[in-house]
């Protein structure tokens, strides 16, 4: 008996729903992270709303389901170029108890937040970091698409309002943060 395929010649697409798997390599072949782990997700999203870095977005669009691909993304299509202008040297007293690795945000007298990585720790200084962890690097995903289908009116709903939110939130902290005013922990994060 043949079942027929519903998502036959579908393409990801602008307003295409895509769940792909994906090995996630730095450029030393090193696995960043791969969605077929234990703990692993595979990335589940419409298409056309910025949900993934711009270059992976960009390769991945006109692949069908089944397909596999070997996707090289470089810094600047994926999250940048290092900043220097983003690393921070702070007193040590504004932030007593924070270690190495710890995500932590910085708030000016507005009260804008940026989110920033805490790089060393000194006896007298400690070192944060406004890049994302992955800024500077190039990145290969090894993908297979999983499902590629139309997506629903709700689902093209909830992108639109993510990609609203998330627009501010993926801008770096600025040198108007410095001096801090506050420096505080986020709940239960690390750096991904």
């Known amino acids: 008996m043949i079942i027929p395929c519903l998502n036959w010649g579908v393409q990801i697409g602008v307003n295409v729903w895509a769940v792909v798997d994906y090995v996630l ?32 977005e960009k390769r991945l669009l006109g692949l069908e389901q089944g397909e596999k691909a070997d996707i090289i993304v470089q810094p600047e299509e994926a999250y940048g170029l290092h900043d220097d202008e983003l690393v921070y040297v702070i007193d040590r007293e504004a932030a007593p108890r924070v270690s190495e690795g710890d995500e932590v945000v910085l708030e000016n007298e507005e009260g804008e937040e940026r989110v920033a990585h805490v790089i060393e720790v000194g006896p ?11 800024a500077g690097m190039t990145l290969r995903y090894r993908v297979t698409v999983r499902e590629v289908r139309e997506a629903t009116a709700d689902e093209l709903e909830r992108a639109a309002r993510a990609f609203d939110e ?27």
Do not use: I
């Open 25 to 56: 390599e730095d450029e030393d072949g090193e696995v960043l992270d791969d969605s077929t782990a234990e703990d692993g997700e595979p990335l589940q999203y419409v298409h056309g709303y910025g949900m993934l870095v711009p270059g992976l």
């Open 166 to 192: 998330d627009r501010d939130e993926l801008e770096p902290p600025d040198p108007a943060l410095v001096p801090l005013l506050s420096l505080h922990r986020r709940k239960d994060e690390r750096p991904n």
């Open 124 to 134: 007298v200084d400690l070192t944060v970091d406004g890049n994302h962890p992955l």
